[in-house]
């Protein structure tokens, strides 16, 4: 009796109540920012490749090979290590590495002044001299020992020298900042940009010998 | 599965990332090669003037070591289809360890041109060949 009364009494209360809720029959208005959520998903789950970037791994594995074949895609496009070092650019290659001066529109396209090592080489003889307009070019000799002296206009220097394996370095020569290096043969090579020439000078003396040298380069006419 | 796959992609990629380094060095180096065993310093100089082009090719080898140089230069011109074409070419021997080979032509033809020098530097029979283009001229 206690039970029929309660279940009577529930119905009482209960009913009217659902049947207010689905009499107001309102549709439902979703938030901007879920419609915005939702709409972003479906076109995500449209899209073509949705299969290969779906997890968080798959996207990881993705970057990774898009920033593998962009560095690749860099190392093919590098010909060789190009360095600005003093006045010179300066591309390193495995076995050489190619010296040219920063370009000077100004610099003598000709040679107009001469320089030439003032340093005591009376001991010296000259065992090869080549001179035209933009380079002058002399080997001096004593036994085994060579140094060679070159000038060249800053157009007419483009230049090969052999580096393999040995660091390319740079050196204060009477206030011009000069390429330094030695080579597999044990010679030391200077070069410089005084303003109006390079000056190249290596030898198979002592670096000490070859920076006095240098330093002793001066205009002679 | 896609996983699989993407793992494999990336597998050949770091492997052909390391083939594709090695080859670019190598492309570089080959007209060198071997490698400069005789040989000091070498330029490969094309001069303008008016209408004259200076040929110069200019190279040290080491003394003692380098016995001689067989020197040959290529005027080359750009054509229509932007291809480098010899025009010209020399051949010179310098029996020593250093030289250079000067060579003119005058009344060329409006174009752009460069000097392409190969150098067979010799120590006994044994030889290395250096390739040097020069700057480009444009007359």
């Known amino acids: 009796m206690a039970n029929e009364n309660l279940k009577k009494a529930l119905e009482k209360a209960m009913i009217p109540e659902y049947d207010e809720l689905l009499l107001r029959n309102e549709k439902h208005v979703f938030s901007v920012e879920f419609e915005r959520k939702i709409q972003k998903l479906i076109k995500r789950r449209n899209k073509p490749y949705y299969k290969i970037i779906n997890t968080v791994g798959k996207r990881v594995a993705c970057i990774v090979v898009i920033v593998l074949l962009a560095s690749s895609v860099t190392v093919l496009s590098v010909d060789a290590l190009r360095n600005t070092v003093a006045d010179f650019f300066v591309s390193t290659y495995e076995k050489f590495s190619s010296v040219q001066p920063v370009e000077d529109d100004i610099a003598p396209s000709t040679i107009k002044d001469i320089y030439e090592i003032t340093y005591d080489l009376k001991e010296y003889e000259i065992y090869y001299e080549d001179n035209t307009e933009y380079r002058r070019n002399i080997t001096y000799i004593k036994d085994d020992i060579l140094i060679n002296f070159s000038q060249y206009t800053k157009d007419a220097y483009d230049i090969n020298v052999n580096t393999e394996g040995y660091e390319i370095t740079t050196i204060d020569i009477n206030n011009y900042e000069a390429v330094y290096f030695l080579d597999n043969h044990n010679y030391n090579h200077l070069i410089f940009d005084n303003g109006a020439y390079i000056i190249y000078i290596n030898s198979n003396i002592s670096k000490n010998a070859l920076i006095n040298i240098a330093e002793s380069v001066k205009k002679i006419e | ?139």
Request: proline letters at 1%; aromatic letters at 16%.
């Open chain 2, 1 to 139: 599965m896609y996983k699989r796959i993407i793992s494999l992609l990336c597998a050949f990629t770091i492997i052909g990332s390391f083939n594709v380094t090695d080859c670019s060095t190598a492309a570089v180096v080959q007209p060198v090669a071997p490698a400069y065993s005789y040989t000091s310093n070498c330029t490969s100089t094309l001069l303008l003037s008016g209408s004259t082009l200076t040929c110069d090719s200019y190279i040290e080898g080491y003394y003692n070591i380098t016995d001689k140089i067989v020197v040959y230069q290529y005027l080359q011109r750009k054509n229509a289809s932007n291809e480098w074409v010899t025009i010209y070419s020399w051949y010179n021997v310098i029996n020593n360890h250093i030289g250079s080979v000067i060579n003119y032509r005058y009344s060329v033809a409006s174009g752009s041109y460069r000097l392409k020098t190969t150098f067979d530097v010799y120590s006994g029979t044994n030889y290395e060949t250096i390739t040097k283009y020069s700057k480009t001229k444009t007359i």
